[in-house]
């Protein structure tokens, strides 16, 4: 495996995969999207989470791979500009969360499949930090004699997306089992809203300050 991923200029792989697990396994927005909306909206809601998320993560790998995160990087009033949008819209979405009012018996309610693509596509899209991570992080993982260009990013990008599609699958069903444990403590579920609502303004905040 190893030989053929070197092949297409990928060194390291096993290290690529284990550096990516442990990237997806420190918590930010999109884990609590996902969460939210497999908890609100069942498995459906939450791989649609999911399916948003990884199409995001596809789009600020290709705008990394073509060299924006150079251009935000060298441009901190346009990266600056970015950070505030991105911000503007956590705060926007946990606010909806932190001010949600207490729903009926069921905490799983009819699935808005559009509404959970683009709520994870968008809070994924709009972390100016994560195009700078993917700029600073594929080139760790090249070897620039036997890369083949576009089509090792291309895997790359597949691995990365393998990694998001396993641990956010299991992300779908804890999110799915906590809800219909919850689904009998409705005062527990609101509060567990209203965290979230919490991390995601908080985590606007630090991502303007820092």
């Known amino acids: ?67 924006v995160a150079a251009l935000l990087h060298a441009n901190p009033l346009l990266f600056k500009g970015t950070q505030y949008l991105g911000a503007a819209y956590l705060a926007y979405l946990g606010a909806r969360l932190l001010f949600a009012k207490e729903q009926g018996a069921a905490t799983v309610v009819a699935p808005s499949d559009t509404g959970d693509f683009r709520r994870s596509f968008f809070v994924t899209l709009m972390n100016p930090k994560a195009i700078v991570f993917y700029m600073a992080f594929f080139p760790l993982f090249i070897d620039p004699v036997t890369q083949q260009g576009a089509l090792t990013f291309i895997v790359m990008g597949a691995v990365i997306c393998s990694c998001t599609l396993t641990y956010g699958s299991l992300l779908v069903l804890a999110g799915n089992a906590a809800a219909r444990g919850l689904s009998r403590h409705r005062r527990v579920a609101l509060l567990g809203r209203r965290a979230a609502g919490i991390f995601l303004i908080a985590f606007g905040i630090e991502l303007v300050i820092q």
């Open 1 to 67: 495996m190893e030989i053929l991923f070197h092949s297409i200029g990928i060194t390291d792989v096993w290290k690529l995969i284990a550096a990516t697990a442990v990237f997806l396994l420190l918590p930010g927005p999109g884990t609590f999207c996902i969460l939210t909306c497999a908890a609100r909206h069942g498995l459906r809601g939450g791989f649609v989470s999911l399916a948003g998320l990884i199409l995001g993560d596809i789009v600020l790998m290709f705008l990394a791979a073509i060299g």
